[in-house]
């Protein structure tokens, strides 16, 4: 009795998708209209200059923070506060020593 449903149901959701893919079918140049509108409107209406200006900062700002990062990381800054940390551990290990 269950395998006999099935077909049916199958059935059934056959004609579901037509029913909906006939429709879209129908009303595709409609909807190609009204997209094509819409996407023109939004690109007339896009603030270009202020979205480069947003991805020109954030670049700029990673690419500082990135100069930062690799100066301490490995170039002079690095040096600097190994120094530092020398003194210190130094300075510990004389206190340490008395």
């Keep these: 009795m269950y395998n006999d449903e099935l077909p049916i149901i199958k059935l ?15 009303r595709n140049a409609e909807l190609e209209e009204i997209v094509n509108e819409e ?14 200006r947003k991805v020109v900062d954030n670049v700029l700002q990673e690419a500082i923070k990135r ?16 120094e530092m940390i020398g003194d210190v551990l130094n300075k510990i290990s004389l206190k340490v020593g008395k």
């Design 39 to 52: 996407l023109e409107k939004a690109l007339e209406n896009f603030s270009y200059a202020q979205e480069i």
């Design 12 to 26: 059934e959701l056959d004609r579901m998708r037509y029913s909906v893919v006939h429709a879209f079918n129908q």
């Design 67 to 82: 100069a930062v990062e690799s100066f301490f990381m490995f170039g002079g800054g690095q040096q600097v506060i190994n």
